[in-house]
């Protein structure tokens, strides 16, 4: 069964940067892609980044140039450098891995808690 832990989430001033990371494990295949979601107070869920295994990477509008995403192959991990964070940046973020073969489907994380004080 995949698993998806997320961690470095915490509080920061604004302006300032996190990053986050997850880890993919109970499977050797690598993951399609792999990305970032969050949260915010009175939103839905919406996607931050993702990365393919081609190294393609997608990004929403609201954090270009600001966000990055990576990805180590090796250990089916990524990671999402955050910087110049603002407060409605706050939110849940959340790791999702979906799969071709193996484990097919949409996996997710439990999520990691940033928040960003003005």
């Known amino acids: 069964q995949v698993r998806l832990v997320e961690s470095g989430g915490g509080l920061v001033q ?18 399609k892609t792999m990305g970032w979601y969050r949260q915010t107070p009175g939103k839905q869920r919406e996607l931050v980044a993702s990365i393919t295994n081609g190294d393609r990477t997608n990004y929403a509008d609201f954090v270009k140039g600001r966000f990055t995403i990576s990805r180590l192959y090796a250990k089916n991990t990524i990671y999402l450098q955050m910087s110049s964070l603002q407060p409605e940046d706050t939110g849940t973020y959340f790791c999702s891995a979906r799969f071709i073969v193996g484990p097919i489907g949409d996996h997710w994380g439990q999520g990691t808690q940033v928040t960003v004080s003005s």
């Open 14 to 31: 604004a302006g300032g940067s996190l990053r986050l990371s997850c880890s993919a494990s109970g499977t050797r295949i690598g993951a």
